[in-house]
């Protein structure tokens, strides 16, 4: 579904990504795992057109590297920053309607379902969202970027600050969603959640790709995780 081949990408002077391989399964579920500042966010942010990017993006066969970001997400591609965007001075319920691409067409994802999932958003959902608290805005972030009804999904670092029950919250989020059929591109620095749902694993160093395997294969390769993982 989603086939990334020698991307590249620069902040200014700076080579960030040195190219970068991976790919994403329809229905499959990956982690992009690594230590912060090695390039895992900008990976999705040039898949995504955020940053320009040099190399090959395909999505279903099309090569999308270089297309604005509306264009991306058109043909199907949702992400879910780390930055936890909303529209505070909106309800609940109109930043979900916002996520949407077609009212008139019921996908995997409604208003109403996003709602019964979480009932600290359906006791808000006519309040500002400005009012939530940063794992509730983790949630609407994650379930409007599913009223797209993508095919696949970026997410990056949505327990990042968050208290465990939410973080349990958000597992169990990414898990419905791969239940429904969606791939997952997931950037997660907490190896316990990204080894628990993932079929496959990247480890990220250095703006390259260090390891690829199942979270089985990460877990028996202790070099890989003292270099590249451990603090």
């Known amino acids: 579904m989603l086939e ?34 090695v390039g895992r966010s900008t990976t999705v ?11 090959s993006v395909k999505f279903k066969g099309r090569e999308i590297g270089g297309l604005p970001s509306y264009r991306i997400a058109r043909l199907g591609i949702g992400y879910v920053p780390e930055h936890r965007d909303i529209f505070p001075e909106l309800t609940v319920r109109q930043n979900l309607m916002l996520g949407m691409k077609d009212a008139k067409r019921e996908g995997r994802w409604t208003i109403q379902g996003s709602l019964d ?11 500002p969202a400005g009012v939530l608290s940063g794992g509730e805005k983790q949630m609407l972030t994650m379930c409007r970027t599913m009223m797209g009804d993508p095919d696949l999904v970026m997410i990056d670092e949505p327990t990042e600050g968050l208290a465990p029950l939410i973080v349990r919250q958000v597992g169990e989020l990414i898990a419905e969603i791969a239940r429904r059929g969606v791939a997952i591109l997931l950037v997660e620095q907490k190896l316990s959640i990204a080894l628990d749902i993932s079929h496959r694993v990247y480890v990220m160093g250095h703006g390259r790709i260090v390891f690829e395997g199942t979270p089985a294969d990460l877990k028996a390769n202790d070099s890989v995780r003292r270099e590249w993982l451990e603090v």
Request: aromatic share 6%; hydrophobic share 45%.
């Open 4 to 37: 990334v081949s020698n991307l590249h990408a620069y902040y200014g002077k700076s080579h960030i990504l040195q190219g970068v391989d991976l790919h994403v399964a329809g229905g499959e579920v990956v982690s992009l795992i690594g230590r912060n500042g």
């Open 45 to 55: 942010k040039a898949i995504m057109g955020e940053v320009p990017p040099r190399g």
């Open 117 to 127: 999932m979480f009932p600290n958003l359906a006791a808000r959902a006519d309040a």
